[in-house]
């Protein structure tokens, strides 16, 4: 089988599509995740902590070098914790939605398997059992 034909066969199997699937939904649902975070949570919280902006807060290292006109010639060296806490906002917030996503499926998953076992055989069983019964007691 050639090289082709083969990866042709892997890439159109249905667990290859849905996982491409998944990586395009989370990869938009992530953007809105970091929108919402951004541009929603963080300036409100930013407010109520003295108007801070979170991606502004920054440990300085080492500050820029300039020359004598003012031009930056090494950049200064800064350890940006407010990058880092609107990362970990996103990472609760994503990691929150597939739990509860998760959770959901996991009820539903639940109820249907209890509804399956609770219901007994189906009808075709409990006919072909009758029937079976029947030719039993035939002599």
Do not use: C, H, W, Y
């Not at 806490?85 to 597939?98: E, L, N, P, T, Y």
């Amino acid at each position: 089988m050639s090289f082709l034909k083969e990866f042709k066969e892997f890439a159109t199997r249905g667990n290859v599509m849905d996982l491409a699937i998944g990586i395009i939904i989370g990869s938009a649902f992530g953007k809105i995740v970091s929108s919402l975070v951004a541009d929603i949570i963080m300036p409100p919280i930013g407010l109520i902590v003295g108007g801070i902006k979170f991606t502004d807060l920054k440990i300085g290292l080492k500050d820029a070098v300039l020359d004598s006109s003012g031009k930056i010639i090494t950049q200064a060296v800064t350890l940006n914790i407010g990058n880092f806490i609107q990362a970990a906002f996103d990472f609760f917030i994503i990691s929150g939605a597939v739990f509860l996503i998760v959770k959901l499926m996991n009820t539903l998953n639940r109820r249907k398997k209890e509804a399956s076992v609770s219901k007994g055989p189906s009808e075709e069983v409990q006919l072909l059992t009758e029937i079976r019964d029947l030719l039993k007691k035939q002599p």
